[in-house]
């Protein structure tokens, strides 16, 4: 399906560390994009990486797509207590209405 | 800029009863929106997405329905709620087949 599923389930680390959360899907896509929830709140875009892109940097973000092994990583380099959310990453097909179908995410945990 | 609102940000409902949940958004026309739910701990589940007033997408058999009255506005309601349409519930809005901007989300518990 086009879902994406995210591990692992949950992280927790310390400020300062890296983050790293994977994606993995089974459709060919066109996009794929990255999610932040902070809990309660609704869910804000952070990074998009078309199909035809390897590597994208965005800040501290670090997302890389494999389309050949249909999976994406998402980075976060020196953690903060404020990385503290759920991320979602949400592959996208043109042909189906831009729907974004969402898994279950990764809860982030980033103790100071 | 553009902005989404929703409306109630929390709710207590009995079930049996009705509900309506407004989401509108400025500074843009002709959105695609989008109505997704999250129950506890869950991922994201579309529920409807519209394309253009009038025009209502359902993806999954429920208890729900969606109206789009207008440009920038979209309503979730139902006839009478179930103990499972508690959950979270988030509208969203795009103009391109990317980016999805979302809104701050209702709360809503049937009890």
């Known amino acids: 399906s086009q879902q994406g599923e995210e591990d692992p389930q949950a992280l927790s680390i310390q400020e300062g560390e890296n983050a790293t959360m994977n994606c993995s899907y089974k459709?060919?896509?066109?996009?794929l994009q990255w999610y932040r929830q902070n809990s309660g709140r609704g869910l804000v875009h952070l990074i998009l990486?078309?199909?035809?892109?390897r590597e994208k940097h965005s800040g501290r973000l670090r997302v890389t797509l494999d389309t050949s092994k249909k999976s994406s990583s998402l980075l976060i380099t020196a953690s903060r207590a404020a990385d503290t959310a759920s991320y979602f990453c949400a592959p996208m097909i043109y042909n189906q209405g831009g729907k974004l179908i969402f898994g279950q995410g990764t809860e982030l945990s980033v103790k100071p | 800029s553009q902005t989404i609102h929703q409306w109630p940000a929390t709710l207590v409902q009995p079930v049996g009863s009705p509900l309506s949940l407004e989401c509108t958004v400025e500074g843009t026309s002709n959105p695609n929106l989008y109505w997704y739910r999250q129950a506890a701990g869950r991922g994201l589940q579309l529920l409807f997405y519209s394309v253009g007033i009038g025009q209502i997408s359902s993806e999954v058999p429920q208890n729900l329905s969606a109206s789009r009255p207008q440009d920038r506005q979209f309503i979730l309601s139902s006839k009478k709620l179930l103990l499972s349409d508690s959950g979270f519930y988030l509208c969203?809005?795009?103009?391109?087949?990317?980016?999805?901007?979302f809104g701050p989300g209702t709360r809503l518990t049937v009890l």
């Open positions: 969203a809005w795009s103009v391109t087949r990317d980016t999805q901007y």
């Open positions: 990486i078309r199909s035809n892109e």
């Open positions: 459709t060919s896509i066109n996009n």
